[in-house]
């Protein structure tokens, strides 16, 4: 077993693809927990800002913190969602899932993002 802490001061603002007006923050790298297969990070999306449609090779888990995301996410052929995610909610999908948010709300929106790398088969 492995363990990191991360004090504030160590934390650290990074450039995510195909995301805009929003500060993310990176909390735990891949390499500081568990042989790399966790990343954590706090984002922090201005009124207006989000990622842009598209998928990761990742597993990934979103928890809002503080304000409001809009979330649209395809979940096989046939389905897709549209829904608000509020204060409270979180959302998970799997590896290369379509998906994008967009802060519609009139303040800033914390959301805390966990990505887990999928096990080798």
């Not at 923050?25 to 999306?45: E, K």
């Not at 995301?69 to 379509?98: A, Q, R, W």
């Amino acid at each position: 077993m492995s363990y990191k802490i991360t004090r504030k001061e160590e934390a650290y603002t990074y450039e995510a693809p195909g995301h805009f007006d929003v500060r993310t923050t990176r909390l735990h790298d891949p390499q500081d927990v568990n042989a790399g297969g966790i990343t954590m990070g706090l984002s922090h999306f201005l009124p207006g800002g989000g990622c842009n449609y598209g998928a990761n090779a990742k597993e990934s888990i979103y928890y809002i913190v503080k304000g409001e995301m809009y979330l649209e996410c395809e979940v096989g052929t046939e389905n897709e969602i549209k829904t608000t995610l509020y204060k409270g909610d979180s959302f998970h999908c799997g590896p290369n899932t379509s998906k994008s948010i967009l802060n519609t709300g009139s303040t800033s929106t914390q959301m805390l993002v966990v990505l887990i790398t999928p096990a080798e088969a």
